[in-house]
């Protein structure tokens, strides 16, 4: 019998990936570079060069066993050597190779990190606005996903709430900093007071709370700030990275986790992660790819188109009357729609070839979302549309 709430899924697709489609079957209708897609969270920045460079170098020079062989259920060992010193000499850490599980991106992080410090049951918390996938990766495992409701001020944490949520069933609390989709990115002072919040529950509950941190999008920050590494401020911490937006890989799916060495069981953690990945089947990402991020560790593709987009789009929206917090980071904007029905005020927008994404499924109704990786030129051609969408349909 096929599995039911696979079957109920087909039922709940994915809103961003509906919007992609939708832009797509537009595209072939007026062409694609008339469609101002802004839903899918696609790098658009060229590859690094030095990486190209390192991969035709390895397929020219290596022999088959070494570029296409299986790889240790744990990662390639000096793979995750030259991972543990970048970490090291970038957030002052002190990760050998044991602590370094090399993953399918970020998503498989995410998906042993849950698996490895939770049990059926247990609750996992999050923050609005949050990546809707949290849902399906902490759900799956038998445990249970709550969201805190958002600080839309300034996309930082509503510790209020938070300590509301905080109760002995708490296993796991799951962080996205850079944020995806706020832009937001956490300050040293928020993450000092949620070390000190879960210190104090851990003490309280006698038992450990893990802070699993989503990273892929530390390396794109704007203003010159520099990224407040959450596995500094709190022991038990399990860093999920993915080389997809720094070095603009998505497609190759390549990541890891990494184990604060001060966190309870560091030394067994990365060999825990490996008995689950028997179980899901995930049995290693690509040897190519493990040996090939590792050469080019420190580098990132030229991330600076991010910054000037985001520029761009955030004047204009301001300059329009929408309420819109400046992102830190990532390639992401989050407007406040100008109608309480984001859903609805984001249907309006597809009549003037705008794909903008609701973020009801975001946990926070009344946003929308703004992925601005696409060629500034097409930033640029986008704004006339976006100011009749405005003055026609509002009035502004």
Known sequence: MINQKYKERLNNKNVIRNLAEFAQKRGKEIGYENVFDYSLGNPSVPVADD????????????????LHGYSPILGITDVREKIAASLNKRFGMEYSFTHIFPTTGAAGAIAHAVRAVTTPGDTVITFAPYFPE????????????????????????????????LDETVAAVLVNTPNNPSGAMYSEETLKTLADILLAAEKKYAHEIFLISDEPYREIVFDGKAFAYPAKYYDNTLTCYSFSKSLSLPGERIGYIAVNPRAKDADILTAIFGQISRGIGHNCPSSTMQRAVAEVIDETSDLSVYEKNMNILYDELVKLGFTVVRP?????????????????????????????????????????????????????????????????????
């Open 134 to 165: 949290y849902n399906p990766y902490v759900e799956d495992t038998g445990a249970h996903l709550k969201v805190v409701p958002p600080e839309t001020k300034d996309f930082q944490i509503n510790f209020e709430k938070f300590e509301e949520m």
């Open 51 to 66: 990486f190209t460079k390192t991969v035709i170098n390895m397929y020219e020079t290596k022999d088959s066993a070494y």
């Open 328 to 396: 830190d980071g990532t390639f992401y904007i989050f407007p406040k729609a100008l109608e309480d029905d984001s859903v609805a005020f984001c249907k309006k927008a597809t009549n003037y070839d705008l794909v903008l994404v609701p973020a009801d499924n975001f946990g926070c109704p009344g946003y929308f979302r703004m992925a601005y990786c696409i060629d500034t030129e097409k930033v640029e051609r986008s704004l006339p549309a976006l100011e009749e969408f405005v003055k026609n349909e509002y009035g502004a």
